[in-house]
């Protein structure tokens, strides 16, 4: 007699080739929309892009002044390091949303082109595997094309105050800080945006109290009613380590 039960393989013997093949599909699906070059150019102006805010630091704090009226112009480190997690948290909140993607995808699977986050609905996958990859996808992915052309060229920049004479009042050992704290705002905004998107789509009762849980947070932050590194933790470890990030005076 032929044994016909079967379940699904657990997170631990799937997850890796999982997530393997998700980031494949990845690069596959952008190289659908643009050509490997214009893609594989995107982290280098990144990273170029960050090297010359990196070495106009300097200005950016007010440091270098040429009169009294750009003190006023000049941003303070607390500005910028809430202007760099507010950016990439709502970034990551508009990336994460991937229970819409994933409604199209179950509706598309039987298209010439299959994705694999739709693959439990004719495959018996795990769900949470399927998912937990995806996210963990999702992470790696905007890590290594946003956060770590970045830092890089925050390196950059740093090298070229050493050999070019271009000096900038960031330092080596706040760049392990800056990476860690962004990759939580990173993940943090995906998990919140998973999350919502996960509800949105279910409707009913949902489908307002999504919008209204958003826009009243948003309204609380902008007015400070709440706190900004309460709500984004990555941003309240970096702030706590401030003794790490030299502070212009």
Known sequence: MVNTSYSPPKIVDSFWVTFRMMFKEEWRQNIDFAKKRHIALFPVMLALLSMIVTVGLRYLTGEVLINSEESQQAFTWEQLKIYMHVGIFGFSLSMGSFAFIGRVM???????????????????????TNYF????KEVTYYFLMLLTPAILGMAGGLLLEQFAGLSTPLMWSSLPVVLFALTATLAQGLSFSFIASALFSRGGIWSYVIPVIGITIALLASIQIINLEFLIPGM?????????IPIVS
Do not use: C, E, T
Request: aromatic content about 14%; overall charge neutral.
């Open 106 to 128: 179950v509706s598309q699977r039987d298209g010439g082109k299959n994705y694999l986050l739709a693959i439990p609905a004719v495959q018996p996958l795990d769900l949470v």
């Open 133 to 136: 990859a995806y996210y963990s």
């Open 236 to 244: 309240m470890y970096q702030f706590s380590h401030q003794h790490l």
